[in-house]
Structure formats: C-alpha cells, structure tokens
C-alpha cells in the first residue's frame, strides 16, 4: 500500500514536470509583444525576462508559471526549450526573428506578427510578467545577464546544470518578490 502511494507521488510529481509547449509559446509571444518597442530587447535580455518572470511567481505562488527549465550558461539562466518554441513560433507565422543592430553589436531580434493569445496565462501569470518587464527590460544584454548572475538560484547552481526552482527561496532581498513573515 504505501509502495503504490509513492509510485502515484511520483507520477504526478512528473507529470507536473512535463513541458507545456502551448503555454511556453504562449508566455513567450507575450512577452515579444510587450517589448517590441525596446531596442534592448534581444535573445539574451529575453533569456532573463522568461527566467525571471518563471522564478518570481514561483516564489510568490509555489507554482511554475510555465514548464520551462532554465540550465546556468556563463551569459545567465538559459531556457531549455527557446530555439524550439521560437522556431513554432515563427513557422505560425506568430513571430519573425532578424538580426539587428543595437549600439556597435549584432543583436538577434524578434518581432510580433499578431496580437498574443494569452488564454493559457491567468491574471497572476500576466501581472508577474508584467512586473518583470516593467522592472528589467531597460537592461541591455550586458547589465541583466551580470545581475542575473547574483540571483541565488544561478549562484547556487553548477555550470550547464538545470537550475532548481526551489532555490528562489533563498534569494538575497534585492531579488526577492515575496514578503516573508519573521518567525
């Protein structure tokens, strides 16, 4: 009895793993839309705004905000599944990639062909993400993929390994998004 009582455990404990394609493409587009306007706004900073809209509503919500992983790259936190999503992404005819020119560097950009479908997003989601936008798309590559590098789940994680949500819970003040009661 209690051998098939961990065999469900761990069952559902995969299955909330399982990557959630639609919702990533979605979570993605949304967040190409909201900064297609910003200069800045490139693969790299994109990389840091998935992260850490992912990882903030983790702490706040104890909950994936989409199903992607993140693997530590020396440029920051990296998500898994990018290349894939955008390449879905482009061949819907949702969203275009180019490269351009941000200052003296080639920067690969992407563009937002239609308005996003958010339907799989909840306001909770939305607003987390919004709030990440709001608080780090005037990074350019350089300044988000350095601060990047101080957030405790990136700190605490080896090189090329997949960076454990459940570390958001030891997060230094200047990252952390959740008020925690004294004990």
């Known amino acids: 009895m209690e051998r098939e009582k961990e065999v ?34 490139g693969k790299t900073v994109l990389f840091k705004l998935l992260y850490f809209s992912d990882f903030d509503y983790y702490e706040l919500y104890e909950k994936k905000l989409s199903s992607e992983s993140y693997r530590k790259i020396p440029l920051g936190p990296a998500p898994c599944h990018f290349d894939e999503v955008v390449e879905e992404l482009e061949n819907e005819d949702i969203i275009m990639q180019f490269i351009g020119q941000y200052g003296k560097y080639d920067q690969q950009k992407f563009l937002s062909q239609k308005r996003p479908d958010v339907s799989l997003l909840n306001g909770n989601e939305i607003q987390v993400i919004d709030d990440v936008i709001l608080k780090y798309s005037h990074m350019n590559a350089t300044q988000i993929s350095e601060f990047s ?3 405790t789940p990136y700190k605490a994680t080896k090189d090329n390994d997949i960076i454990d949500y459940e570390l958001v819970f030891y997060r230094d003040p200047l990252f952390s998004v959740r008020e925690y009661e004294d004990d």
């Not at 469900?8 to 993605?28: P, S």
């Open 8 to 41: 469900v455990e761990l069952a559902d404990a995969l299955e909330n793993e399982v990557f959630n394609r639609e919702k990533c493409k979605q979570f993605l587009h949304y967040i190409i839309h909201q900064c297609v306007h910003l200069d800045n706004v």
């Open 149 to 151: 590098h101080r957030d």
